[in-house]
């Protein structure tokens, strides 16, 4: 190994020739196992639910489309609302070569002018349908921000409950070592047949299967969690006390109209509004002001000569007036009202098909919420009977069955049937949890579907 200093190593450690390669070892000790200290407590942190909701919402790519077309919505708002509002240009018309002959035109130094609508029933629509389309934005917004919460909490529940049954496996595995080890003894003493091992080796293999299915969720899940949140693969680590009761609702809750059906029917009244705007520019008249101003030239023309006035032509000149346009026929407006007519039916369809579909969701996650809440409620018994099972076993392994010598007396319970007992126990505990996963996923859909999200959504900021 090469020096780190070969000139002045003396010079460094003047006190000791051996200091320094013996600094450097212990240096070399200690620096993995700080490492393997401190690493941890870098790499994973306890997020709660409210936390990643909001980070969810913040690095969600549908929320900043959402924002976008909000921003789009105030920009056509102000675009239809400024056309009364005067707009001011100026320009120069200045010659670039000596001009020949008359050409009607009077070349200017510079112009200005002033134009604006004064009075314009349609106009009056487009600003009505604009406030519309922002209110419509408004609420797809909120609605992308619902959607986000909902798949970012319903992916945080979900791996907080396998992490629970992970643990869960790993004991399992843990009685299905033991239960392997009790066979092999007495398979070796010739109490029990080879079968019997197999069929232990046969249940160790299994649960080593079930719990890699479990860490192979749980890494999906992580990954879903670390895509919303923009956090690092890994770093996030679940709190169970941050998530509120999800409230047992049903598709008899009175049902509140979600964002997503506000925003269809926002939409469609603002298509009537522009269909009623455009209807009537074919028969309602427009005013408009307009003002110019322009200082003339007879720099490298000869107007003056053309024209002879009896008096020169002003360098200063000023006009205004207003603008009166009366519709009497005019085929390309007349097919723009019929085409934003069908747009306005087309909308209003669409909206009311919005409702029907969400009245179907609504009513098929209400059969299916019953059904899952059934099951949650199987399992939950199975699991409980097990528990009492298990007590049951470990009681007879500590005091026996009370009937030793008795005629007809049950055999008394062997170490293998304590770890097949707590195998079992730990297997009905895990199936009540993917129960409650299915049950909480569904009655989050189902007040999603029901426009009552946001009020679930309002406790996790009391979280």
Request: aromatic fraction near 6%.
């Amino acid at each position: 190994m090469p020096k780190l200093w070969p000139n002045n190593s003396q010079r460094r450690w003047p006190h000791s020739n051996c200091a320094a390669p013996a600094a450097r070892r212990l240096a070399r000790v200690l620096a993995p196992i700080l490492a393997a200290l401190l690493a941890p407590a870098f790499a994973r942190a306890q997020v709660s639910l409210t936390t990643v909701v909001e980070l969810a919402q913040q690095n969600s790519s549908s929320v900043k489309l959402a924002d976008a077309d909000v921003a789009k919505a105030r920009a056509q708002l102000a675009e239809s609302h400024d056309a009364f509002i005067p707009s001011i240009s100026f320009g120069s018309g200045l010659p670039a070569f000596p001009e020949v002959g008359y050409t009607g035109n009077l070349p200017s130094l510079w112009d200005a002018t002033v134009q604006s609508m004064v009075i314009s029933v349609p106009q009056l629509r487009y600003v009505q349908a604009a406030r519309l389309g922002v209110k419509a934005a408004m609420l797809n917004q909120a609605q992308a921000r619902d959607q986000v919460a909902l798949d970012a909490s319903e992916t945080y529940i979900e791996l907080d409950t396998v992490n629970e049954e992970l643990a869960a496996s790993r004991q399992q595995e843990d009685y299905g070592a033991k239960l392997v080890e009790i066979e092999q003894q007495r398979t070796e003493a010739g109490v029990d047949p080879l079968t019997q091992l197999l069929q232990a080796q046969l249940t160790a293999a299994q649960l080593k299967l079930s719990r890699l299915h479990l860490e192979t969720r749980a890494a999906t899940l992580s990954q879903q969690l670390a895509t919303l949140t923009a956090l690092p693969l890994n770093s996030i680590t679940t709190d169970h006390a941050s998530i509120p009761e999800i409230p047992a609702v049903t598709g008899d809750t009175p049902q509140h109209s979600t964002l997503a059906l506000d925003s269809a029917e926002t939409e469609a009244e603002a298509k009537q509004r522009v269909a009623k705007g455009d209807q009537e520019r074919v028969w309602f008249p427009q005013i408009a002001f307009g003002a110019l101003y322009n200082r003339n030239t007879t720099l490298l023309n000869n107007v003056q000569y053309y024209l002879n006035f009896e008096h020169p032509l002003p360098a200063d000149n000023f006009s205004s007036g207003f603008n009166i346009n009366l519709p009497l026929f005019d085929a390309e407006v007349r097919a723009k009202a019929r085409e934003s007519a069908a747009e306005a039916v087309r909308a209003r369809a669409e909206a009311e098909q919005a409702r029907r579909q969400n009245d179907i969701q609504v009513a098929e996650l209400n059969a299916t919420l019953r059904e899952l809440d059934a099951q949650a409620e199987v399992a939950n018994l199975k699991s409980q009977l097990a528990a009492e099972q298990l007590k049951s076993v470990l009681a007879q392994m500590e005091f026996g069955n009370g009937a030793a010598g008795a005629p007809n007396a049950p055999s008394q319970t062997t170490p293998a049937a304590e770890q097949n007992a707590r195998i079992d126990e730990r297997q009905k505990y895990i199936d009540s949890l993917d129960a409650s996963i299915d049950l909480a996923k569904a009655r989050l859909d189902l007040l999603h579907a029901l426009g009552l999200m946001q009020n679930w959504l309002n406790e996790l900021h009391t979280k």
